[in-house]
């Protein structure tokens, strides 16, 4: 299952992708938003993330105009790897190396065609593991490490 969620600037690309999502069968859940009211990305960023740390999905797609404010938002939520792409290499090599779970489309940087491409290879490439796997490692020590500074 694949999380999706968007703010207005990214609404009409997360249409784009869902149409996509629909014909290629791939089960999504949209957590929003529904229009092209002005809304704030962070609370799609945050209920989709959730959705992956709750395992309710494995992965999440998420725009705003950028994908930038939304992926900042994104990597704050513990167990998240957002990656922000706009090109097929940083797409194919966010899953191989950093394991991404979540690609970030900037809706007013990328045309539909090239997000579908961005799209398809973020969900077809899996984790090359091997000394990748030390490195997303650190990182996940890197959260930990700041949460029990947090408690401390
Ligand atoms: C909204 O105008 C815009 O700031 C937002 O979609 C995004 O680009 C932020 O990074």
């Known amino acids: 299952m694949i999380a999706i969620g968007s703010d207005h600037g990214g609404y009409e690309l997360k249409c784009c992708v869902i149409e996509y999502l629909e014909k290629k069968a791939i089960e999504y859940k949209d957590f929003g938003c529904y229009d092209r009211s002005s ?12 959705a992956i740390v709750e395992g309710i999905c494995d992965k ?43 690609l970030c489309l900037g809706g007013r940087v ?9 799209v398809e290879t973020f969900l077809t490439t899996e984790f090359e593991g091997g000394r ?14 700041s949460r029990s500074r947090q408690n401390n």
Request: charged share 20%.
């Open 39 to 50: 809304c704030d990305y962070p609370d799609f960023a945050v209920k989709a993330c959730s």
């Open 60 to 102: 999440a797609l998420l725009f705003c105009g950028t994908g930038i404010g939304i992926s900042i938002a994104a990597n704050k939520v513990p167990g998240i790897r957002a990656a922000c792409c706009s090109d097929v290499f940083s797409a194919k090599f966010t899953r191989l190396h950093n394991d991404a779970n979540v």
């Open 110 to 118: 990328v045309g539909a065609g090239l997000a579908l491409e961005l």
């Open 132 to 145: 990748h796997s030390r490195r997303v490692e650190k990182i996940k020590e890197i959260e930990t490490n």
